[in-house]
């Protein structure tokens, strides 16, 4: 039998939706901060031992039906020769188009560490609970490699996908396919469903989207094999473009009305939507704003309750438990 996260990238209708949540395996766990002051961010990451204990901490805790690997957007790129330091956020060079176009194809044995805390992760959970791999869209390690780090508005970026479409096309072109040899890594090591996060892609406009994130994000997600999720946080103006992901769902962020969702994605599974900062309330709200959420969304063949992004670090676990409680309740 499939894992219900599984069944319903599918499309099928269960009798409640799986839930998870992004960022999960992370601070604002107390077992996550206690092991983490024995280990670096990075040097976490390269141990399988500590990443798969990471992983498998939300797990443990809350049971959720997926365990997401713990690992960061920009392995994959140092697996490509270049050069991360988290400060604590990533910091690298600042790269030309034509860098990025250069940086040639992906080393799978400097990834390695990520495929054995995959198999270590499916080793140790049943098979109702999916093991969730993950990479950076394309477009989103670009603004991080043309800006040389985190940014509010990536103009570096937006600038240069107008100024030398050609130089982007080649660039996108490469991150894509290093990604996808990336992605594939993590299904063959056991990943039930892997999700591609595009960050930054709200940041375009409508039509640079169909431009660029859409064509470089299905070049990533092509034929991995297993579910995929695409998730593009501030992309309502853009909706109706992500179906040509081809990816199997469409994670939503908070913003995402109803009734976009019914119209532009009828053919897909969706997951999410709830803003993360419900979680920082109380316990009623967060009942009665999980609720709505699942009957809005819930009552669809293929949907995966989620927030509209990452958890935020100062959220207290129980309240993270009355929002899995209460989606679990919900019929």
């Known amino acids: ?59 443990r805790r809350f049971a959720m039906d997926g365990a997401v690997i713990f690992a960061d957007i920009m392995t994959p790129l140092q697996a490509m020769g270049v050069e991360v330091e988290y400060t604590p956020g990533p910091r690298l060079r600042p790269h030309t188009l034509a860098d990025v176009a250069s940086l040639g194809t992906l080393d799978l044995d400097r990834v390695g560490h990520v495929a054995e805390t995959i198999r270590r992760v499916r080793d140790r959970l049943g098979p109702d609970v999916a093991v969730i791999g993950f990479a950076g869209a394309p477009v989103t390690l670009l ?50 469903v892997v999700q591609l996060f595009d960050t930054w892609a709200g940041l375009l406009d409508a039509d640079q989207i169909r431009r660029w994130a859409v064509p470089a994000a299905r070049t990533a997600l092509s034929d991995v094999g297993v579910p995929t999720i695409y998730f593009a946080p501030g992309t309502v103006h853009a909706l109706d473009r992500l179906v040509a992901t081809g990816a199997d769902g469409i994670g939503l962020d908070w913003r995402v009305p109803a009734g976009a969702v019914a119209t532009t994605l009828a053919g897909v599974a969706v997951q999410g939507n709830l803003d993360p900062a419900v979680l920082l309330t109380d316990p009623d709200t967060i009942r009665a704003a999980t609720r709505a959420m699942v009957r809005r969304l819930g009552r669809r063949p293929g949907y995966v309750a989620n927030l509209g992004h990452g958890i935020h670090r100062t959220t207290p676990p129980e309240h993270l438990q009355v929002f899995v409680d209460t989606v679990r309740e919900e019929p």
Not at 168 to 187: T, V, W
């Open 1 to 59: 039998m499939r894992p219900p996260l599984v069944r319903a990238l599918l499309g099928e209708r269960l009798d409640r939706p799986p839930v998870w949540v992004m960022r999960q395996a992370g601070r604002y766990l107390p077992e996550y901060r206690d092991l983490r002051r024995r280990y670096g961010f990075a040097e976490a990451v390269a141990n399988p031992t500590v990443a798969a204990e990471i992983t498998l901490q939300p797990i």
């Open 143 to 192: 603004a991080y490699l043309l800006e040389g780090g985190g940014s509010r508005d990536f103009v570096t970026m937006r600038g240069e996908l107008r100024r030398d479409p050609d130089a982007a096309a080649a660039a996108l072109d490469g991150l894509a396919r290093a990604m996808n040899a990336y992605l594939r890594l993590q299904a063959d090591a056991g990943a039930d």
